[in-house]
């Protein structure tokens, strides 16, 4: 039986199409975009063809358009570049608790730069607080950064009535739009975004590269010095074959979006419907106000990993917001931002779907996934347990303490 | 986070030993915390002084199942003495080792057996 990939939120297999577009820029169109004579120029070309592609599919011009190394670099340019470049009119930034990493540690940091950060909560459907986000944004706050859908529970957030709200106190908006760009609409006049972040390897083009979208006006600090490339707001030789590989996964997407996300939708109803048939599931994130390919469970009594690696076992590829993997051994700030206890959070599990996911795979899908989480609820001392000894356990100090580090 | 586990890991995560709960059980250790993702029980029985049969149940990571599994084999016709010697170190080095954020699985397996014994004991005072 062949593997069956629900992680296209992670990243997605280059499209062959894809490839052939890059493929010239390696060996045979190899030169330097910056050169003077013919293999310059012809990197140039290729170049300025790419933006125009990018920019075309978010309604901008492609000097609005800036190419990195992908979604984080983007992410950092956007808010530090920013920051720094205006912090003269303000030092507060508004951002939500949900944001991805790229976002969130990028405030940190600022914050033990001068800067304050505000948090803005969630509901537990995962849409931001707007009555909280009004009251955050004040005098001193030079921009707002909100994601258009979030990567783990998909919940697209209402950009038009956060833009506004930024306007009315003619704050920037930073929007991180890695999980939506090529997948739904992501024009940047009508999600009124003065910056918006995009990645190539999560709409099927190469990794390692994406693009900020930088409105004409706005001003930024570069984070990379060096040449004049990218209008000098990232130096360094154009990734020529990447870009033109971006270009190409981005027509590809603005062509064929309606219809894969029609598609998707469909496949993905079909999943929700069969998994919360399950006893003890649920879904987490807005029913409808989700991205198309976006399913995102939680199972009570079983833990996130171990569920991961059974269905591996079994030829499926998922992902999960437990921690156990992870230093910090906290579960997903996402789930815990919507509400969920820590132990609802570790027993989550996310499938993301893709072009190349069939009817098929999901009823396929649908076969396995009721099975191995009852294999582990029959491992699982959690199901039994009283409350009382719930709650005892829940005061207990933990192995992790041993390694210095306080769990939750 | 890619977590590289070795194939003996995988194997007792795939086929875990000694699943389950002992009825009428001479000891029953509890450890971890739901609040940290992982929870384990162990139960014993005990004559003439060995663990003639060990069972166990856990909420947990594959590391945390697959350490579970190993200890329960290990304690398994061993004496109550022997069975108290069993170290963190014993578990992970069974299963290959362990990636460095999952030693305190191992931690908890060893905690959870030597919770069961101690139960044991107390029950006999």
Known sequence: MGRIYLDHAATTPVDPRVLEAMQPFFSEKFGNASSLHSEGTEAAEALEKSRETVAGALGAKPDEVVFTSGGSESDNLAIKGFAYANRKKGNRIVTSAIEHPAVLNTCRYLEKNGFRVTYVPVGRNGIVDLNALEKAVTEETILVSIMHANNEIGTIQPLGKISEIAKRRGVALHTDAVQTFGKIETDADKLGADLLSLSGHKIYGPKGVGALFVRKGTVLEPLIHGGEHEKGLRAGTENVAGIAGLAEATRICAKEMNGEAARETRLRDRLLKGILETPGSWLNGHRTKRLPNNANFSFRHVEGESLVLYLDMKGIAASTGSACSSLKLEPSHVLRAIGLTPEEAHGSLRLTLGRATTAKDIETVLEIIPGEVEKLRKISPMAGMSALEKKRLEKQPHGHGRHGKACD | ?125
């Open chain 2, 1 to 125: 986070m890619a977590v590289n586990y070795t194939k003996k890991v995988m194997e007792h995560l795939a086929n875990p030993r000694n699943v389950g709960e002992i009825p009428g059980a001479d000891g029953v250790g509890t450890v971890g915390n739901p609040v940290c993702g992982d929870v384990m029980s162990i139960y014993i029985k005990v004559g003439g002084g060995r663990i003639t049969d060990i069972k166990f149940k856990t909420y947990g990571c594959g590391a945390a199942i697959a350490t579970s599994s190993i200890i329960t084999e290990l304690a398994k016709g061993k004496t109550i003495e022997e069975a108290v010697k069993i170290s963190v170190n014993d578990v992970a080095g069974e299963l290959g080792g362990l990636p460095p954020v999952k030693m305190h699985c191992s931690n908890l397996a060893a905690d959870a057996l030597h919770a069961a014994i101690k139960d044991y004991q107390e029950r006999r005072k």
